[in-house]
């Protein structure tokens, strides 16, 4: 079992509309949590943080249950601009081992 | 600087080359990580160095040689490279400890190698 999961999508969408990705993790260890968000060709750059609490950041919204070992991203009024990958990342315990998940595509069309 | 700066940003190289990819960052980061990725697949950890020391090799083959000569830079030496290792090399910073806080992770552009 892969240590972070997440659904690879593509998840294709039309502009305005609210989509929803979710991550599991295996270790129970994990001590940090994370949504990145990667361009083509380009490096993978923090979207934000997740917390137990919920945080959310203008149409982006993360959450965290711990108990069920799970994270989810939900993104509102989706724009043509948010097409990208999503990686699910993870911080390993006090390693500082940042495990990604597989990313998941996004393609939000006109 | 917020920035993680890596060069080069493109690489080619033969097998029987030695070449050296260079990682700076001035945030005063005091943890420093080499990652490899390859086409439509997420970063796999290489490395990880804490206070310019080596404290994560995650088995990788001796071919590929990292360095951390002062708390700014991460280097990683090259040589005998096969064609599987074209990839994405990405560098890393982070401002705690590995592990420690909640601080993000900042990534460089990447060196993008093939090896012919």
């Known amino acids: 079992r892969k240590e972070v999961e997440q659904d690879p999508g593509p998840f294709n969408v039309p502009e305005g509309a609210t989509v929803a990705f979710n991550c599991t993790y295996s270790n129970s260890a994990s001590q940090s949590f994370f949504w990145y968000r990667q361009d083509c060709r380009k490096e993978p750059k923090l979207l934000m943080s997740v917390y137990s609490s919920g945080n959310e950041d203008g149409r982006f919204t993360a959450q965290l249950n711990r108990a069920s070992q799970y994270i989810s991203l939900l993104i509102r009024d989706s724009k043509l601009s948010d097409s990208a990958t999503y990686l699910c990342?993870?911080?390993?315990?006090?390693?500082?081992?940042?495990?990604f998940g597989q990313g998941t595509t996004l393609q939000v069309k006109p | 600087d917020t920035e993680v700066t890596q060069t080069p940003k493109h690489l080619v190289m033969g097998m029987t080359n030695k070449k050296s990819l260079k990682c700076e960052q001035h945030m005063g980061h005091r943890a420093m990580y080499w990652y490899k990725q390859k086409a439509k697949k997420p970063p796999e950890l290489m490395f990880v160095y804490s206070y310019e020391k080596l404290s994560i090799n995650e088995s990788v083959p001796s071919r590929f040689s990292p360095e951390c000569p002062n708390s700014s830079l991460l280097n990683l030496h090259l040589h005998a490279l096969q064609p599987e290792d074209s990839a994405l090399y990405l560098c890393?910073?982070?401002?705690?400890?590995?592990?420690?806080?909640?601080?993000?992770?900042?990534f460089g552009s990447g060196t993008r190698l093939t090896v012919v």
């Open positions: 990342v993870v911080i390993l315990g006090n390693t500082g081992k940042l495990i």
């Open positions: 890393a910073s982070s401002q705690d400890s590995p592990g420690q806080g909640a601080g993000g992770y900042t």
